[in-house]
């Protein structure tokens, strides 16, 4: 079963606009990753932000994480449509339990036209 | 380095039948984990490798075993196959627990 819920769970926009997508979970964890999948192939690692951090950029990324809420959210500035895939949430389990499993949210469909 | 390597990419098996799927972490990565994505399920834990010992598990069938080597590779095993097991099988790696794990292209399995 899936532990997050991801929303919304299909976003259009127009090339050069932002798009976000938010991310909720269950339990307590250790860290979230954000990951990339073009037309059912293989996961694309995005980014990582740990149970301690509140806000990670990277490029035209910019993720943040509230523990207290259970939350993230992704931001993709000036997005390109070179962008289109769909994107998910997963989370790693405190220290010590649930080893190697990540645990993924449903996804976000993200379409953005040229 | 190189990245998660999978083989074979595709695979098509008829009900009954047994395939096995291999994956190669990256380079010093000893932790492999599997995971199932369906449309129906979507990504779902199959099991964990570190260091030769199976270390987690998800809820699947007995039918879903795996095994690793000493050179970290992985395989997966699922024996008489059933139509609901056609699915992208994927792979991943990391060095330690709480890290990233990256994924390998994974190998899609149609059973017919």
């Known amino acids: 079963s899936q532990q997050g819920e991801e929303d919304p769970q299909a976003l259009s926009i127009q090339e050069g606009e932002n798009a976000t997508m938010n991310c909720s979970y269950k339990?307590?964890?250790?860290?979230l990753q954000w990951y990339r999948q073009n037309s059912g192939r293989g996961l694309v690692h995005l980014i990582l932000?740990?149970?301690?951090?509140r806000e990670k950029h990277s490029g035209r990324l910019r993720v943040t994480l509230d523990t207290s809420k259970k939350s993230s959210s992704l931001l993709i500035t000036a997005s390109r449509a070179a962008d289109t895939a769909s994107y998910f949430c997963?989370?790693?389990?405190?220290?010590?339990?649930?080893?190697?499993?990540?645990?993924f949210g449903q996804g976000t469909i993200l379409t953005v036209h040229p | 380095k190189a990245g998660v390597t999978q083989t074979p990419r595709y695979l098509i098996k008829t009900r009954g039948q047994q395939v096995t799927l291999s994956c190669s972490p990256i380079?010093?990565?000893?932790?492999v984990s599997w995971y199932q994505q369906t449309p129906g399920q979507g990504l779902q834990f199959l099991f964990e490798?570190?260091?030769?010992?199976?270390?987690n598990k998800g809820n699947f069938p007995g039918r879903f075993s795996g095994r690793q080597f000493s050179n970290s590779r992985s395989e997966m095993n699922v024996s008489t196959l059933e139509l609901g097991d056609s699915a992208l099988y994927l792979c991943?790696?990391?060095?330690?627990?709480?890290?990233?794990?990256?994924f390998g292209p994974g190998t899609r399995l149609t059973v017919l």
């Open positions: 991943a790696s990391s060095q330690v627990q709480g890290d990233t794990q990256y």
């Open positions: 339990t307590s964890i250790n860290n």
């Open positions: 932000i740990r149970s301690n951090e």
């Open positions: 997963a989370t790693d389990a405190r220290w010590g339990t649930s080893y190697g499993k990540l645990t």
């Open positions: 380079s010093g990565h000893r932790s």
């Open positions: 490798y570190f260091s030769e010992t199976q270390r």
